[in-house]
């Protein structure tokens, strides 16, 4: 708490940095916008994740939703840059593809739905062409993260903003967490307050919706973090999370608060070994979850992680596959029973592309 505390106080002394940050992008909108730079559109449907902070907001849990939603009716593709990875340039996951090679949340993506093309790439413009090489059969691309990368110009976007952290009442990096401008809100079709109160009412709703000011046509939805029973990193045999377990916690992930609070809900006691974003696992950190877990003395004990960390576990896999290793699945779950609205909007986006085509 202290150093959170101390971080907060020592970013405000950061504050010309974020008014430098802050002409630096919006002249970067401005010539985009004056079409002083160019955007390119492509002959598929594009659907844009996005936020305008840095941090966790659940663009990986909305990419999986979007899949899930899509996949059984079209080809459907995933492109990210692939943050993290040890690689450059363009990739498309294979049998025989790491999380090294690719980054985590793509990694993620292809280890659950392996028969979906899943590409990296950090010149957007660039990859789309070679994805559809690739695989010409696709119908549609979600581009994962790439709200802010506008030489690439896509029909629906998607913007996530934390409930916790509303862009509203954010600044601008390093003093805040905002990587783009409150402003650019506006491009976005819909808009998704994730991690949500289960009990959030219509009141606090209408009261977000008014201090975000959506423009016309602009939807409004609101989620909160679901998790699923966890699952044996190895084995996949499920876990029931019982009262009596204690917890070791294990997580290289920006915003972990929901799942603290999942176990302080389930568990007696719990221990958390907490790296940073994306971190890269190394054997020596494999040992120290070992001799953090052996230090927990409940006879059931258990190591909870999340599906982006396992997926940079995973090449640990011998060494684990003993371990009470479990991962929790996560998902957003739409509240005021608007899931159907937000399905028929992305639905709609997709067939009224095709009509024009």
Request: with cysteine; proline share 4%; glycine share 6%.
């Amino acid at each position: 708490m202290f150093s959170n505390f101390f971080l907060k106080s020592f970013r405000i002394f950061l504050l010309p940095f974020a008014l430098l940050y802050w002409l630096v992008i919006g002249i970067r909108n401005w010539m985009f916008d004056k079409k002083i730079l160019g955007s390119s559109t492509f002959g598929l449907p594009l659907i844009c994740v996005g936020n305008l902070s840095v941090g966790g907001t659940g663009k990986s849990p909305m990419v999986e939703y979007l899949v899930t939603a899509l996949k059984d009716q079209y080809r459907v593709g995933t492109l990210s840059r692939g943050y993290k990875r040890k690689t450059k340039g363009y990739a498309l996951a294979d049998e025989k593809t790491t999380a090294l090679e690719i980054g985590d949340e793509p990694m993620q993506f292809h280890l659950k739905f392996p028969e979906l093309p899943v590409a990296v790439g950090e010149e957007r413009i660039v990859a789309i062409p070679q994805l559809l090489h690739d695989r010409p059969d696709t119908q549609v691309i979600i581009l994962d993260d790439a709200f802010q990368h506008r030489t690439v110009r896509a029909g629906l976007n998607i913007l996530l903003t934390d409930y916790n952290n509303l862009f509203t009442r954010d600044f601008y990096l390093p003093t805040g967490d905002l990587r783009d401008l409150k402003s650019s809100y506006k491009r976005a079709e819909v808009i998704v307050v994730t991690k949500c109160r289960k009990d959030l009412d219509e009141t606090e709703k209408r009261k977000i919706i008014r201090e975000i000011k959506p423009v016309p046509g602009q939807q409004v939805f609101f989620t909160c973090i679901e998790y699923s029973r966890p699952y044996h990193i190895i084995t996949r045999e499920e876990h029931g999370l019982e009262s009596t377990v204690d917890i070791l916690l294990v997580t290289g992930i920006a915003n972990p608060r929901p799942l603290k609070k999942l176990l302080e809900d389930y568990s007696n006691t719990y221990q958390m070994l907490q790296y940073a974003d994306h971190h890269i696992f190394t054997i020596d950190d494999l040992q120290d979850i070992r001799r953090a877990f052996e230090k927990l003395t409940a006879k059931d004990k258990v190591i909870l992680t999340t599906e982006k960390d396992a997926v940079r576990l995973l090449k640990f896999s011998e060494e684990i596959r003993e371990l009470p290793l479990y991962v929790v699945p996560v998902r957003h779950r739409f509240l005021f029973d608007e899931g159907t609205v937000f399905d028929k909007r992305v639905s709609d986006f997709i067939i009224h592309f095709k009509k024009e085509e």
